[in-house]
Each structure stands twice: as C-alpha cells, then as structure tokens.
C-alpha cells in the first residue's frame, strides 16, 4: 500500500494546501532527503503516494513539515521566534506490506499525527 501524508490546518478548519515537506530516511542518527514537495490544496502530496508499495523500505523515515512559513504565508502574524517552525515526525516501518499513511493535524501551537489508514 506504501507510504502517504495528509496535513490539515486546525486554525482555520481546511487542509494545508501550499505548506512544505520533506521526506528523509534515518539511520543511525543520519538523515538522507528522499524528496521535497509542496501540498496541493487538498494537503496532500500532488504526485500522490510518498513510496508506493513497492519502492517502499522497513527502516526509520523522517518528515518534516514548514509550519511556521505556512502560518506567515496565510497572513497569520507569529511571534519570533515562532512556537512551532518547523515539526519533524520521525517513525518506523516495520510491514512494508500494510499503508502507513502519517497524517498531521497543526495549528501554530498545536499539532497531533497518528498512523492512520
């Protein structure tokens, strides 16, 4: 089923189209950019799946999501330095058979994920 994301903006009550993320695999303390990408206005990856069901590896990955200039671009006025700027979810897949779908959940103060379907 392979690897997705989905962000959506709790302050404002929509997905997080526009924000950035990064995808990295981790390994021994070393993180190695997979690829960076730009939601698409249903906060999701445009070009769909992070890794589809073959491509996708067991081991530790890392994303990396620019909340802060997020919140700026949407005229949201953050202090400085800002609560949250940028949230890093590092997780493990260990059944490259199932979907690990890494959805976020973020305002400027705020954000929750869980492994979802």
Excluded at 20 to 37: E, N
Excluded at 56 to 75: N, S
Excluded at 84 to 97: E, Y
């Amino acid at each position: 089923m392979g690897l997705s994301t989905h962000v959506l903006d709790t302050m404002h009550g929509l997905p997080a189209g526009g924000m950035k993320v990064s995808l990295y695999t981790t390994q021994a303390g070393q993180s190695t950019l997979v690829k960076s990408f730009t939601l698409n206005d249903d906060g999701r990856n445009p070009d769909g799946p992070l890794y589809d069901s073959a491509s996708l590896k067991a081991g530790t990955y890392r994303l990396v999501f620019e909340v802060a200039d997020y919140f700026k671009a949407r005229g949201v006025v953050l202090p400085e330095p800002a609560f949250l700027d940028q949230v890093s979810l590092d997780f493990g897949v260990a059944d490259v058979t199932a979907h690990y779908h890494v959805p976020l959940l973020v305002s400027p103060w705020s954000y929750s994920t869980y492994r979802g379907s």
